[in-house]
C-alpha cells in the first residue's frame, strides 16, 4: 500500500487550467493548460519519486473523482474492468 506522500491528484486550478498535488497540498507542485499533460506528469511523479508505488487520482471540473491509475509497482493481476 502506498504512503500518502507516494499519491499524485490531478485537480481544477480555480484560475484555469490543471494542478498536479499531494494530499494535503499547499501549493500545486505543477500547472498545465490541459488535463492530459497533467496527466502524464502526475503518472511521471508517481513513477520518479514514489517509485512506482503511489496513486494518480484525477478530479473531474465537478470536483467529483473520476479516475485513478496506479503506478507501476501498485497494479494487481486482477483485469480493471471500468
Keep these: 500500500?502506498?504512503?500518502n506522500d507516494e499519491d499524485r491528484y490531478v485537480v481544477p486550478n480555480e484560475n484555469g487550467?490543471?494542478?498536479?498535488?499531494?494530499?494535503?497540498?499547499?501549493?500545486?507542485?505543477?500547472h498545465f493548460g490541459t488535463q492530459k499533460e497533467a496527466i502524464a506528469r502526475a503518472k511521471e511523479t508517481v513513477e520518479n519519486t514514489g517509485r512506482g508505488l503511489g496513486e494518480v487520482r484525477i478530479q473531474g471540473t465537478n470536483?467529483?473523482?473520476r479516475d485513478s491509475d496506479s503506478g507501476s509497482r501498485n497494479e494487481t493481476k486482477a483485469k480493471d474492468h471500468r
Excluded: C, P
Design 1 to 3: 500500500m502506498a504512503k
Design 17 to 30: 487550467g490543471w494542478d498536479v498535488v499531494k494530499e494535503n497540498h499547499k501549493r500545486a507542485s505543477a
Design 63 to 65: 470536483g467529483q473523482f
